[in-house]
Structures are given as C-alpha cells and as structure tokens.
C-alpha cells in the first residue's frame, strides 16, 4: 500500500531536498571553475621567445583537489638531521655498550677523545657556515656521548666507588661542560637547557650517596630550587627560563613536601623546629624569587611563601598539642601572616600572601564542619521519639552523636567562631582595609558583603555546635538554639537598616534552620514541645512586622514569615490533642482554630500582600485537619461541615467569594454526604434529587434572563448533587437496576448537551455516562483477558500504536477540533 504524506510534510521534504541540491549545485560549481583554471593555466603560451618550453615550477594538482604546496626545504632538512643523529645515537650506545671491550686502553681513549672533539668542535664550523640545524644534531649528538663518556670512565676506571656520588660529580661536570659550550656558542639552542636539567642532580645524589635522612634531601632540594630560581630569573633565553622554571616547581615542591610531611609527624616542638626551618628558607626564597617575576608568577610565589610559612610557624605549637587542636594553630598563624601585607614584598607577592591566609582558613573551616553537619541532622531523628522524655546523653543524644570523638573534634566550635570573628571584624573596619592592606589593590564592595555573610554563616555554625563540644543538658542546648533563632532574625532586621542585604539574607537562612532545628529538637518533651513553639510563633510574627515595616525588606520574606508564624501555630493544638489523651480525628476539631485565625486575619488585613499567604497556610492546616478526621466518618462530616462554614464566612469578601463560595458549596455537600453514608443511605437519589430540581430550574431561569451565563454556572452544581452520589453507589450496588437507570439518565443528559451546546451537561453526562459502562463492561473483560494467551495483549497494544502513529496528524486535528467544539459552547 503506497503511503501518501499530509501536505505539510511533503511540502517539508521538497523543501529539504531542494535545499540539498542547491548545496551540490554549488560545490560542482567552485569544482569547475577550478577545473577551467587549471586547463586555461596548462594551454597558455609562453611567455618568451621560440624553444621548448621549461616545466612548471609551480605546485602539481591533485586528482581530486586544489594544488598540493610541497614541503618546505627547511622541514625536509629538519627531519633528515633528526634521523642522521639518531641514528648515530644508536650506533654509539651499541659501540659503548657491546664493542667497547675489544679495545684496549689507548684504543678506548684515543676513539672517546677523537669522537668528543670532533663533535664538540665542528658545530663552530657549522654555525659559520650558517649551516645551523646539522649544528644543532651533532651537538645533541654529542651531549649523547659526553654521557656516555661519563659511563664508560666509571665502567672502566673507577667502578669500585660509589655510583651515587660519582652520578652526582658526573652530573655536575656535565652541567658546567654544557654551560660553558651553551656560552661560547650562543646560537644554539640545546646545551643551555642541559645544563640547567643536568644541575638538577648532583645535590640530591651526593646526599643520597651520604646516605642522608628526609630533611638533608629537602634541603638538597631547595638549594637546587633556589640555583633554579636565580636561572629563571637572570637567563636571556626563552627555552633556559622555561627549564628552569620546570625544575624549580619539581624540586622546591618536593623539598617543600619533605619538609612538611617531616613537621607534621614530628614528636614534639622540638623535633618540629628543623622542619620549620626548612620551610621557612623555602618561604624566603619563593619571596625573593616573586619580588622580580612578572605578576602572575609572583602571585604564585606568594601563595608558596605564605603556606610554607604558616606550616613552618605552626608545626613547632602543633606538635605538641592533642589530636585535633592543630588547626586552630594553623589558622591563628594563618590570620598573623595577613600582617605581612605591610612588609615591602611587591603587590604579586602580599597578594599570594593573602590568598594563601584565606586558603589556610577555607581548609580550616572545611575540616570543622563535619561536627556541625552531625549537630545540624539529628534532631530530625526526634521524628521517630515524639515526646519520649529528656535524653539521658543530655544533647549529644538528643541529636544522636553519642558515638563521635568529641574529644577530637572539640576545636570545631573555637576555628569557626575565630574565622567568624575575623570575617565580622572585616565587615566592620572595611573602610580602613585599604590602608592597613599596603599595596594590595583593595577589594570591592561585593568582598564586604561576602565577609559579613561569611561571619553570620560561621557564628552560627560555631554557636550551634557549642552545646555538643561541651556536653550541655538538653535544657541547655534547646535554649541555646532558641537563642541563635531570636538573634539570627535581629540580625536580619539590622542588616536591612544597615543596608547589608546580602547579611540579612545569610541571616535569614541560617535563622530559618536554626527555628527547624529547635523544633524538632523541642518534641523530645511536652514542656519543651510547648516552649519552642510558642515562642517561635511570636518570634516569626515580630519578624513579619518588623520585615513589612522596614523599607528596602523583600516581599517574600515578609509573606514567608508569617506563613511560618502559621505553620508554628499549627502545632500547638496538635500537641494540645496529645496532651488531653485524644486519639487522631478526635484532634481535628482542635486544628480548625489555626484556620479560624487565618481568616479572621484575612479579613483585618484585606488587600495587604500577606493576606492571601496567610490564608492559604491556614488553609492547608485545615487540608491536615480533614486528613486527621478520616478516620472516623462522624469527625470527618464534623470538620467538612465546620470548613464549610469557614469558607463560607471567608466567601462574606468580595475578593474572595469567587472561589471560596465553590469551596464551601463542596465542603457542605462532602459534609452531607459523609453524613447520609453514617446513617446508612442507600439510595442518595432519595436526598439530593429534591436539592438537584430546583437547582436545575433555577439554573433554566437564570439562562433565560442571562443567555451569556456558563452552562456550569446554572447547571453544574445541580447535576453533580445527583450524578456524582449515584455513580458512586452504583460502582458499590452489585445489581443491575441502578447502573442501567443512571447510564439512561447519562445518555439523556449528554444528548441534551449536544443538542442545545451546553458544555456542562454534555462533560458530565459523557463522563458518568463512560464511568457507568465501565463498570458494566469490567467483569467480561476480565473474563476474555483471562481465556486469551498472553500474547495477545502486547499484539493488540502494538497494532494500536502502528495505527494512532499512522493517523496521528489527523488525530491531533481532530482532537483540536473536539478542543475547540468544547470551547465554543456555553
């Protein structure tokens, strides 16, 4: 069967398929213009008198491309150097290696010295010549042999002393050799960087050979680091600095590792002071080497120094204090090394100084957080012991961290609150920072809310740990969190006066968790459950009125406190439920004074912004008072029946009634219905068809003096009062009187639709109409389902998907259509 696409996708794939031949059109197009170029280029006469003509030096054309340009003589001359010196590489390692001992003494000598002078002389010659890259192989040639002379000595003279010191004099030998032949030939390029990378060795190989500990191999390192810096610094030529600069960054920061490594496992202050040393020399030299590089280099040298430094001061007190307590060490030796920006370093260097400070204190902060996560998630935990009485671990149980080493872990409180401390006076004294900063640039003002919003992050954190590091009673540390809540929402206020909007909103969270910690923290006991909330409802109250009334306060923080005050409020009368004994749905009336007061505040309030928050909070506590009632159906008609009356009440506004006035009609009719099921109706029909007559002759007079009035507003609620109860006894009535009587009645009513337009009637017969099949048809479905092989399902479900996909453009129209008859009715 040939498939014949809707017109927009045929039009969609002649549009594609002319635009890719327009595309080929052109590329043979540019091939034969190419084409006619080159065969105009090849008939063209010669340009001189008679004779043969000469061969075109121009570039040959590929078969299937533009001209191929050949390689560049000097590439060519490159790669063949390149292959003639390995070569001869290869053939010297063999001749050291395999013919080395046929020959006798004057043999060896005489081919070791010829083969020497000869390769380290004739790039001279060459570089006269100007003959520059066959200078340059044979002196990487001869740097090869000059190695291998170095072996052959050892091998054949002194293979009795020892290979680490002889590398070691070797190397240093070469480096000088190679220095000295890089200056008198200054035009080539190789041995210069030789001799740095040579330099590199003799040191730690003669302490190897000595057979020196960790620390004489750090200071063999940072003496080579030092050599290496001064290289970097006064070397002319591109590729020495760069070598230079490599080997610095390899041995300054493996001494420096060694060295740090040696002070972190010392036994004492005393065995720590050498290591410190060490770094402290590795300090000196990183800040004299950045006082003359260039600035991101000095930067880096800074932040080297002022790490070194801080390691080195605080190892030797770090020593010797308790697991733990180390870090408060480092980061006091970190905030002492900010005093250091006055010192004449150079502006790269104090600002890696800085950096390296804020770094020491970043790590700091990261290892003591690790407590306060704990302290922060246990009391969630209290979830599962509502009111189960004081904890007997006092606070550390309360928040399940009874098995922490505290012992270990009681600095965490002390470096948070000294960082905060140093970011609060930061934020304080930041106009006179850059004064007392020297010729650091000084940073903006986005630094200065950071810092203030970094001091009330870590206050916080520091304040709210407190209670665990020192094992506090329960008492203590609730009151402590109730506290942090009341100051954390003045700072809030304050930072807004301030203009600090970034502080007030660190603020605002931290005060936030700190309320959603105290209260779960509170439901361990009654008293406390009492306490907590009670006054966390006033607290987010006074911060709601205080937010409305401060200029510059977000909207949407002042709606999000009260509907907190709300959500607070909420659990008093639960709680209140549980304290007089009463089961579930039996507190469900108590959780209605919540919304009662929301819509009593609704209404003193009118058109302010919070109202409608507010509302809808004490809405949703009515929402969980109807889910409390489910359980008992006298309760559940009982809190329907009183919601209604609240809705009601709030449907009394103007502004509210559109939508409040539905939601009582509901809650009453819900509230009825419940009722009639207590008392054992079984035939609703009986009670709302003498409600749905006159409400549907209402709803014909209300269509004849308003033919613009919606079929929903005049029929809907009259329809539903019937058709919804009777659908749901008929899919409980195992008869088939009911479901034959209310399908007819469906029919009738969505024929009707259809003919007069109206859109109610036509939804809602349709659907009772569908649901009322349904139920009918369930039974013999279930029976052919279950005779048919188990195949079947998947086929049918297939063949039903290859046919919507077939005919989908035309399904899609005619749901629109059915969208838009929908729409046009009444």
Not at 40 to 52: D, F, H, K, R
Not at 251 to 270: I, K
Not at 676 to 704: D, F, H, K
């Amino acid at each position: 069967m040939e498939h014949v696409p809707p017109p927009a996708e045929e039009l969609a794939l002649l549009d594609s398929e002319l635009v890719r031949l327009d595309a080929r059109r052109a590329q043979l197009l540019t091939r034969r213009a190419w084409l006619v170029q080159v065969l105009s280029t090849a008939t063209a006469p010669p340009a001189a008198g008679p004779g043969p003509r000469p061969e075109s030096a121009g570039p040959a054309a590929g078969a299937f491309g533009p001209p191929v340009a050949p390689a560049p003589a000097r590439g060519v001359q490159n790669v063949l150097l390149v292959l003639g010196g390995l070569l001869l590489t290869v053939a010297a390692l063999a001749f050291t290696l395999v013919s080395w001992g046929d020959m006798g003494i004057g043999g060896r000598s005489a081919v070791l010295t010829a083969l020497t002078a000869a390769g380290l002389g004739a790039p001279a010659l060459l570089l006269r010549r100007k003959l520059s890259s066959t200078a340059e192989a044979l002196a990487a040639l001869t740097s090869v042999l000059m190695v291998l002379d170095a072996y052959a000595l050892y091998v054949a003279a002194m293979l009795g002393a020892d290979g680490a010191g002889y590398a070691g004099t070797a190397a240093a030998v070469l480096a000088v050799l190679w220095a000295v032949y890089g200056l008198l030939l200054d035009r080539l390029r190789l041995p210069l960087p030789l001799a740095v990378f040579a330099a590199q060795l003799p040191l730690v190989l003669w302490t190897w050979a000595a057979g020196g500990g960790p620390l004489w191999f750090s200071g063999a390192l940072l003496a080579t680091a030092a050599l290496d810096g001064v290289v970097a610094l006064r070397a002319g030529r591109a590729s020495v600095r760069l070598m230079a600069c490599v080997a610095l960054c390899a041995t300054g920061g493996a001494g420096l590792l060694l060295a740090l490594g040696e002070s972190l496992t010392a036994s004492g202050p005393a065995d720590a002071v050498a290591p410190g040393a060490l770094l402290l020399a590795g300090a000196a030299l990183a800040v004299a080497g950045a006082r003359g590089a260039r600035l991101p280099f000095a930067v880096a040298g800074g932040v080297v120094a002022g790490l070194a430094a801080v390691a080195a001061v605080g190892g030797v007190p770090a020593a010797g204090l308790p697991d733990g307590w180390p870090v408060p060490a480092y980061l006091l030796c970190a905030g002492v090394l900010l005093f250091a920006v006055r010192a004449p370093l150079g502006a790269g260097a104090v600002r890696g100084l800085r950096w390296a400070s804020g770094s020491v204190t970043a790590g700091a902060v990261l290892v003591s957080l690790p407590p306060v996560t704990v302290v922060a998630a246990g009391p969630v935990a209290r979830l599962g012991a509502l009111w189960s009485g004081v904890p007997r671990d006092g606070v550390r149980g309360a928040v399940g961290a009874t098995d922490l080493p505290w012992a270990e872990m009681a600095y965490a409180p002390v470096v948070l609150l000294l960082a905060a401390v140093a970011c609060g006076a930061a934020f304080r004294w930041w106009e006179g920072l850059p004064r007392w900063a020297g010729p650091v640039t000084a940073p903006g003002p986005a630094w200065r809310g950071a810092a203030g919003s970094a001091a009330v992050g870590l206050g916080w954190a520091g304040l709210m740990v407190l209670p665990a590091a020192l094992d506090l009673s329960f008492a203590a540390a609730l009151a402590v969190q109730l506290v942090l809540v009341v100051a954390a929402f003045g700072v809030v206020v304050g930072a807004l006066r301030g203009g600090a909007p970034g502080v007030a909103r660190t603020a605002g969270v931290v005060g936030t968790g700190g309320a959603v910690g105290a209260g779960l923290l509170a439901l361990a006991t009654e008293a406390a459950t009492y306490t907590a909330f009670g006054l966390l409802v006033a607290v987010f109250l006074v911060l709601a009125v205080a937010l409305d009334r401060q200029e510059g306060a977000s909207a949407v923080a002042v709606r999000a406190s009260a509907c907190a005050a709300v959500v607070c409020a909420a659990v008093l009368p639960a709680a209140l439920g549980a304290s007089l004994e009463l089961a579930v749905y039996e507190t469900a009336p108590l959780l209605l004074v919540v919304p009662a007061v929301t819509v009593l505040l609704g209404a003193r309030l009118k058109g302010h912004p919070v109202a409608l928050p507010v509302e809808v909070t004490g809405a949703a506590a009515g929402a969980a008072a109807v889910a409390a009632a489910a359980g008992d159906a006298r309760f559940l008609a009982l809190v329907l029946a009183l919601c209604g009356v609240l809705a009601a009440g709030t449907a009394l506004r103007p502004e509210r009634r559109p939508f409040a006035g539905y939601l009582a009609t509901g809650l009453f009719v819900l509230a009825a219905w419940v009722r009639l099921s207590l008392s054992g109706v079984s035939a609703p029909e009986a009670y709302t068809l003498p409600v749905t007559v006159p409400a549907l002759v209402v709803g014909v007079l209300r269509r004849r003096r308003d033919p613009s009035a919606s079929s929903w507003t005049a029929y809907g609620a009259g329809l539903s009062m019937t058709l919804v109860p009777s659908l749901a006894a008929a899919w409980a009535d195992p008869h088939w009187t009911r479901p034959l009587l209310l399908g007819v009645a469906a029919l009738v009513i969505t024929l009707t639709g259809a003919r007069l337009r109206l859109q109610a009637l036509l939804v809602l017969g349709g659907t009772v109409l569908a649901l009322d099949a349904l139920h009918e048809l369930t039974p013999y479905v279930v029976q052919v389902v279950g005779a048919l092989p188990r195949w079947v399902a998947p086929a049918l479900a297939g063949v039903l998907l290859l046919a919507v996909g077939a005919t989908y453009e035309k399904r899609l129209r005619d749901a629109r259509r059915v969208k838009e008859a929908l729409g046009r009715m009444h």
